[in-house]
Nanobody, 117 residues
Framework: QVQLVESGGGLAQPGGSLRLSCAAS????????MRWYRQTLGNARELVAR???????SYADSVERRFTITRDNSKSKVYLQMNSLEHEDKAIYYC???????????WGQGTQVTVSS
């Protein structure tokens, strides 16, 4: 089955940490740039971080130095380590697989991240 399944969302206090995971199945993971997006009510999805098959990461300015994206090609998984969480990080986080061969995109169902004291 072709799918992305996110996990690891939940509630964290400001300054706290969460680690999101995304497991891919049914795709050739190495052909995909993996991305994390987030979305808040009434707003468009925002690209948070991306990582190529070779491992080169990039980040949105708002999360630079706080979030870290990694991938494990042997397990077809991508992770987002979120540290120093802020209220503004509250959103639904989506995993995305972008196949660079044909430009197709696959989305996960999303996982809620709430930052509150």
């Amino acid at each position: 089955q072709v799918q992305l399944v996110e996990s690891g969302g939940g509630l964290a206090q400001p300054g706290g940490s969460l680690r999101l995971s995304c497991a891919a199945s049914g795709i050739i993971f190495a052909y995909n740039v993996m991305r994390w997006y987030r979305q808040t009510l009434g707003n468009a999805r925002e690209l948070v971080a991306r990582i190529s098959s070779g491992g080169g990461p990039s980040y949105a300015d708002s999360v630079e130095r706080r979030f870290t994206i990694t991938r494990d090609n042997s397990k077809s998984k991508v992770y987002l380590q979120m540290n120093s969480l802020e209220h503004e990080d509250k959103a639904i986080y989506y995993c995305n697989a972008h196949d660079y061969r044909d430009g197709s995109d696959l989305w996960g169902q999303g996982t809620q991240v709430t930052v509150s004291s």
